[in-house]
């Protein structure tokens, strides 16, 4: 059974820093594009960045060089290192899956394997 289960997320005040997880299951992990993507209320869901099978990047405009995506292989494990957080980022954040290659720009109705979601709360 493929499932991806986000956790990490939290309150934070502006400026502060969160690591998210998405652990992975059922599905040969390594071999596929692996995103993160967020939906702020009221909001479209929205790519953050993606990782592809050879650990290249691609990050949204808004949140490069303040965000990092990465993956752990062994571990079955992605990530998603925040930093220097704003009240903008407030968003559920949703990690993602699609095979094999990574689409640019990061669009949503190209993954059609979700995660259930973690929420990021910035104060101000």
């Known amino acids: 059974q493929v499932q991806l289960v986000e956790s990490g997320g939290g309150s934070v005040q502006a400026g502060g820093s969160l690591r998210l997880s998405c652990a992975v299951s059922?599905?040969?992990?390594?071999?596929?594009?692996m995103a993160w993507f967020r939906q702020a209320l009221g909001k479209e869901r929205e790519g953050v960045a993606t990782?592809?099978?050879?650990?290249?990047?691609n990050y949204a405009e808004s949140v490069k060089d303040r965000f990092t995506i990465s993956k752990d292989n062994a571990k079955n494990t992605l990530y998603l290192q925040m930093n220097s957080l704003q009240p903008e980022d407030t968003a559920m954040y949703y990690c993602?899956?699609?095979?094999?290659?990574?689409?640019?720009?990061?669009?949503?109705?190209?993954?059609?394997?979700w995660g259930q979601g973690t929420l990021v709360t910035v104060s101000s």
């Open positions: 993602a899956a699609k095979s094999p290659w990574c689409p640019q720009p990061i669009i949503t109705r190209a993954f059609g394997t």
């Open positions: 059922g599905f040969t992990y390594a071999t596929y594009c």
């Open positions: 990782i592809d099978t050879n650990g290249l990047t």
